[in-house]
């Protein structure tokens, strides 16, 4: 079982970088596949990136394709989310999720959420 714990969220103008960190306790988290999702006001969770345990396989949604980059150090339990060229529709609560073995696509498929961190973008 781990927790994630996500951090690094903030305010940033449009075409500035944040990284978003996901921090799980738990021995086994190089066993878990982990994505980050976002919620918008108003808009249903949705997929960002996802990532396996071993980092060979990575998938990103179309809108954040060629900005955002996800990686992981298992030495140190934690995921990382870099986020380049923001943009004002980035603007949401970003969500660490992880579940045993493979990674998925879908909210309902992961076991383990962390609590989101506030991401805002200004134009």
């Known amino acids: 079982q781990v927790q994630p714990v996500e951090s690094g969220g903030g305010l940033v103008q449009a075409g500035g970088s944040l990284r978003l960190s996901c921090a799980a306790s738990?021995?086994?988290?190089?066993?878990?596949?982990v994505g980050w999702f976002r919620q918008a006001p108003g808009k249903e969770r949705e997929f960002v990136a996802i990532?396996?345990?071993?980092?060979?396989?990575?998938d990103y949604t179309d809108s954040v394709k060629g900005r955002f980059a996800i990686s992981r150090d298992n030495t140190k339990n934690t995921v990382y989310l870099q986020m380049n060229s923001l943009k004002p529709e980035d603007t949401a609560i970003y969500y660490c999720?992880?579940?045993?073995?493979?990674?998925?696509?879908?909210?309902?498929?992961?076991?383990?959420w962390g609590q989101g961190t506030q991401v805002t973008v200004s134009s």
């Open positions: 999720a992880a579940r045993p073995y493979s990674s998925n696509w879908r909210t309902d498929a992961y076991n383990y």
């Open positions: 738990g021995r086994t988290f190089n066993t878990y596949g």
């Open positions: 990532i396996s345990q071993s980092a060979g396989f990575k």
